[in-house]
């Protein structure tokens, strides 16, 4: 089965993402975050699948994070909460996330991608 890549096509670290993956002959099918959010039984996949604290699943460097104080609300929001304004706006998910298998990779680092995947 080949992976699921959410990406934002104008992101320079999705293009390298990308860039990567082709590279090293890995099949995957790419999702634009920002035309088609992942839902939140897919987010709570995510989210599960990446070992890591579902803060870790917000783009804490982009508009949407900041326009809508999330810096001040997250720690006051429950998990449910969270994953509801992630499926809404795909603008607030970090990115790229690559999901297949018993694995989900948020963000885009070499060496983390290299040694699960390559």
Known sequence: MPYILYHYPKCSTCIKARKWLDSHNIQYQSIDLSMSPPNLPILREINQKSHKP?????????????????????AKMSEDDQLKALADDGMLVKR??????NQSLIGFKVDEWSSLLA
């Open 54 to 74: 579902l803060k870790k699943l917000f783009n804490t460097s982009g508009q949407s994070y900041r326009n809508g104080e999330f810096k001040d609300k997250l």
């Open 96 to 101: 790229p996330i690559l999901l297949g298998g």
